[in-house]
């Protein structure tokens, strides 16, 4: 299929956040590459924002992107909580936290403009090809072909499938696999990646009476308000639990009269004690519809394909300690997978003098890619599950938990409980990121002795863990006294904790 003397060279299908990341990482570890986009453009005016913690933060100026990227953020400053009156129930300063936690806050960008950025900051941008419609792809022992509608060929020796949650090239393993070895991709598998939630998206311009720098959610049940301000752009996720599940093979595509329809639903919702989702909706740049599929596949990769970023792993938005569906860990984590990718691979280029591996070798590569990546991927899916459980008020100790528990607990026990993942986070291993900021918990690759942090031995996971009855009933009946006790005793409370 290919020939021998020639360098080894993987064929990325998808330049969105994994695609366009894989592109310079690639190319500041000397592999050769292509990157093959559907669209015209990279960075279409679509979606709203996206945030980086700062572990997605180092690998991007270990990338040499992160200085213009943060011409182009802002820093959100504090967490509020509301109820569905618009009264204030929760005000604390966790993004701080995080800054001091590692050095680098919460950094928010516009999504169109983090991809114009991390396409202007590529050293050789003729590694991105757009407008390339995919009709086949072929792989035997010697190397793979992507056949595009054209009618050109692209060779290589692996295909990285950074095509996004309905990604063709996942589908193409999944037949690739059950031929070779027949029902090892099972129905349960490809039922994994489901959407429980749909989320009404919106840009807005400022709204000053909203402020221009925290990040708001207004609780209901069903149903979660949340939204960011920056002094430029508001960025507002309605998140509406869907009446039947999506799951693969289905496709849902909402119309702009849906988007209406959705926003006309909630126009009386408040987003303040002042201001109503209706105001909002006047100031609105962009709107739509998407459903917020969540899973991590088992298969990562088969013969010479390989998954990054939401083909294989798929987390919903949001954060961590907001009472909606949760946590804003998509991109970033597609930026880790390129990075443990691409370590793997340089390394056995290295050993192999730039000889390009065999499938067995490639295989080996990809086999320790998958391992390493799919513990914490489930690590930290299940730690977005579990809250998700809890939020969105669906069972009477949600509420009870969101309402009492989460406003009262000080800002440092979120901070610390996600600082807990952000630092042990992968990053390039051929790059120096000394020169990036550090904060009170250490890299877990810089010290492999820093101890954990007090909140650790409890872990958010297992203090709001569903699957902790105990604890979950003793929570719950603790709170139901503290209800009992009036509205009094808990602004009281609220006010007094405030971090
Ligand atoms: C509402 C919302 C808010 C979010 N907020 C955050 C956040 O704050 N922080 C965060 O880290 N994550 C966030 N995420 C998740 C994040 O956007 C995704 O995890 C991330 O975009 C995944 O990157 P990706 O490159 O894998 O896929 P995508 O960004 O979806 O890119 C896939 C690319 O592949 C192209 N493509 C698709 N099919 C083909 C084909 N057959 N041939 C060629 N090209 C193809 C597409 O055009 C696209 O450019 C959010 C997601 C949503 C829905």
């Given at each position: 299929m290919v020939s021998e003397n020639r360098p080894f060279r993987v064929i990325v299908v998808g330049g969105g956040v994994s695609g366009l990341a894989a592109s310079h990482a690639f190319q500041k570890a000397g592999i050769h590459h292509v990157v093959l986009e559907r669209r015209a453009t990279v960075a279409p005016a679509e979606g709203a924002s996206i945030a980086m913690y700062p572990h997605g933060a180092r690998i991007l100026h270990q990338l040499g992107c992160l200085s213009t990227i943060k011409q182009h953020s802002s820093t959100p400053d504090r967490w509020r909580a509301r109820l569905p009156s618009g009264k204030l129930i929760a005000n604390n300063g966790v993004f701080r936290v995080l800054e001091a936690n590692h050095g680098s806050g919460l950094l928010l960008i516009e999504r169109r403009q983090f991809l114009q950025d991390l396409y202007d900051t590529l050293p050789d941008k003729t590694f991105i090809k757009t407008s390339c419609i995919i009709e086949d792809i072929?792989?035997?022992?010697?190397?793979?072909?992507?056949?595009?509608?054209?009618?050109?060929?692209?060779?290589?020796?692996?295909?990285?499938?950074?095509?996004?949650?309905?990604?063709?090239?996942?589908?193409?393993?999944?037949?690739?696999?059950?031929?070779?070895l027949l029902g090892?991709?099972?129905?349960?598998?490809?039922?994994?990646?489901?959407?429980?939630?749909?989320?009404?998206?919106?840009?807005?311009?400022?709204?000053?009476?909203?402020?221009?720098?925290?990040?708001?959610?207004?609780?209901?049940?069903?149903?979660?308000?949340?939204?960011?301000?920056?002094?430029?752009?508001?960025?507002?996720?309605?998140?509406?639990?869907?009446?039947?599940?999506?799951?693969?093979?289905?496709?849902?595509?909402?119309?702009?009269?849906?988007?209406?329809?959705?926003?006309d639903q909630i126009s009386n919702h408040a987003m303040s004690e002042t201001v109503v989702f209706g105001e909002v909706w006047k100031h609105r740049i962009r709107a739509a519809v998407v459903n917020l599929e969540e899973g991590v596949l088992n298969h990562w990769?088969?013969?010479r394909i390989v998954l990054a970023g939401d083909s294989v792993h798929k987390l919903i938005p949001g954060l961590p300690w907001q009472v909606t569906p949760?946590?804003?860990?998509?991109?970033?984590?597609?930026?880790?997978?390129?990075?443990?990718?691409?370590?793997?691979?340089?390394?056995?280029?290295?050993?192999?003098?730039w000889a390009r591996p065999s499938a067995k070798e490639l295989e080996k590569v990809l086999a320790t890619?998958?391992?390493?990546?799919?513990?914490?991927?489930?690590?930290?899916?299940?730690?977005?599950?579990?809250?998700?459980?809890?939020?969105?008020?669906?069972?009477?100790?949600?509420?009870?938990?969101?309402?009492?528990?989460?406003?009262?607990?000080?800002?440092?026990?979120?901070?610390?409980?996600?600082?807990?993942?952000?630092?042990?986070?992968?990053?390039?291993?051929?790059?120096?990121?000394?020169?990036?900021?550090?904060?009170?918990?250490?890299?877990?690759?810089t010290d492999g002795k820093s101890k954990e942090t007090k909140y650790s031995a409890v872990g958010l996971h297992a203090f709001l863990g569903v699957n902790q009855v105990g604890l979950l009933s003793a929570t719950a009946a603790f709170f139901m006294v503290f209800y009992s006790l009036s509205d009094i005793v808990f602004t009281w409370a609220a006010k007094g904790l405030r971090g």
């Open positions: 072929k792989q035997d022992e010697d190397g793979v072909e992507v056949l595009l509608s054209d009618g050109s060929i692209e060779r290589g020796d692996l295909i990285l499938g950074c095509d996004g949650v309905h990604s063709f090239v996942r589908r193409t393993l999944w037949e690739h696999a059950n031929k070779t090892s991709i099972t129905v349960k598998e490809k039922l994994t990646i489901r959407a429980d939630w749909k989320c009404l998206v919106v840009t807005t311009g400022p709204i000053a009476e909203l402020g221009d720098r925290d990040l708001t959610v207004v609780h209901n049940k069903n149903y979660s308000h949340m939204y960011t301000m920056t002094p430029t752009l508001g960025y507002f996720f309605v998140f509406f639990h869907l009446d039947e599940p999506w799951t693969f093979p289905k496709r849902t595509q909402y119309t702009n009269q849906d988007t209406q329809d959705i926003a990769y088969h013969g949760n946590m804003a860990f998509g991109g970033n984590s597609g930026l880790e997978s390129i990075v443990t990718l691409t370590n793997l691979l340089r390394q056995t280029l290295i050993d192999r003098s890619y998958q391992s390493e990546r799919l513990d914490r991927m489930n690590d930290i899916e299940k730690f977005s599950g579990e809250i998700t459980k809890m939020q969105a008020w669906h069972r009477p100790w949600d509420k009870l938990i969101s309402t009492w528990l989460v406003p009262m607990l000080p800002a440092r026990f979120f901070g610390d409980q996600l600082g807990n993942i952000i630092r042990a986070a992968p990053k390039l291993d051929f790059i120096d990121a000394s020169d990036f900021p550090s904060g009170r918990m250490q890299w877990k690759d």
